[in-house]
């Protein structure tokens, strides 16, 4: 490390990053971190559009209560319900499994929340039309709902993939094997062994932002436009 810090090298190299790669599994937690993110994304928005069509287009007894109950919960602290939780893993025999990653993304309070906001928008005489020529429940969540959700649901995958892709306490906590952690654990374990090579570890750092920063590029306009709908329509 040079000072003063010299912005552009004289002699450019990948050294860096072939010694991240030939010195570590990082390929293998790339994986590991994209199979953990991609399907917790997808279990997020399938569970919270169900529970937000629900709560927005369903009548049933004490919904606005059941709602308010649900959304307290974000309240909570993330570190309050991770003992419970743990054991709960621990019961089922999950431990060191992605499935014990995975699963709590079944409960997004703020993902429902959002899309409730956006599904209430929704005219009924859409549904309503739907229901007329057919359709049932799930077919009018399905083929009307969803897609005129689509700019709300792009916001999600996108706040929600980097979430679950820098997640760094739980996995740890989950996954005891080193052939499963995930991108941040493998950047911490870099950490300590190459405390002193300052270029090995932003070679590692830079590879782990590449995948956020595409997510972002190819989806910003739906995020922006998601965002507006989900936040200012009620």
Not at 164 to 174: A, F, G, H, I, R
Request: aromatic share 12%; hydrophobic share 55%; proline share 6%.
């Amino acid at each position: 490390m040079a000072i003063p810090i010299e912005w552009i090298p004289k002699e450019p190299t990948f050294a860096a990053y072939i010694k991240v790669f030939s010195r570590f599994p990082f390929l293998k937690t790339i994986g590991n971190s994209l199979y953990i993110s991609i399907a917790y994304t997808l279990i997020t928005l399938i569970s919270a559009s169900m529970a937000a069509f629900a709560f927005a287009k369903i009548k049933f007894p004490k919904a606005e209560l059941l709602l308010k109950c649900f959304l307290a919960t974000m309240m909570i602290p993330t570190q309050v319900t991770m003992i419970p939780l743990f054991v709960v893993m621990n019961r089922l025999g999950w431990i060191n499994s992605f499935g014990s990653v995975i699963l709590p993304s079944i409960f997004r309070p703020f993902a429902m929340f959002l899309l409730v906001q956006q599904m209430r928008t929704i005219p009924d005489d859409f549904l309503n039309a739907a229901r007329i020529d057919g359709a049932n429940t799930f077919q009018v969540y399905r083929h009307v709902a969803l897609p005129l959700c689509v700019p709300t649901l792009a916001t999600l995958s996108i706040t929600t993939f980097m979430e679950s892709w820098n997640d760094y306490l739980w996995p740890l906590l989950m996954l005891t094997d080193k052939t499963k952690m995930t991108l941040p654990i493998a950047l911490s374990t870099l950490n300590g062994q190459y405390a002193t090579e300052y270029n090995v570890l932003m070679a590692g750092s830079l590879i782990s932002m590449i995948p956020i920063i595409l997510v972002y590029i190819f989806a910003q306009r739906s995020f922006k436009s998601g965002m507006i709908a989900g936040g200012i329509k009620g």
